[in-house]
């Protein structure tokens, strides 16, 4: 199904594997959820999913921490500078 979006902004850094993100992940999940000021997060397999609504398919925030990559998607912004600020701060703070 396409997107019905106006806009996408898509943020992906890959690094090398880091057991951190494993042994850490419920502590790293509310650290980013309250950073990027998102409500909800799950622990799924290996990494970390923090969005701003439950239902994942239709959230506007995406964020994914994982094994061996970071990911911020952000639909529907009104400024690219908003999307600049959600990315900063996440990976300032990681």
Request: hydrophobic residues 45%; negative net charge.
């Given at each position: 199904m396409p997107s019905?979006?106006?806009n996408e902004f898509i943020c992906a850094i890959d690094y090398r594997a880091h057991a951190k993100v494993m042994d850490h992940r419920g502590e790293w999940a509310e650290m980013l959820s309250t950073i990027m000021g998102l409500?909800?997060?799950?622990?799924?397999?290996?990494?970390?999913?923090?969005?701003?609504k439950v239902e994942d398919k239709e959230s506007l925030i995406r964020t994914v921490l994982?094994?061996?990559r970071l990911s911020?998607?952000?639909?529907?912004?009104?400024?690219?500078?908003?999307?600049q600020?959600?990315?900063s701060a996440a990976t300032r703070n990681c």
């Open positions: 019905t979006a106006a409500d909800h997060f799950m622990i799924v397999r290996n990494g970390i999913h923090v969005v701003d994982g094994f061996k911020i998607s952000v639909r529907d912004v009104a400024r690219p500078e908003d999307f600020q959600l990315t």
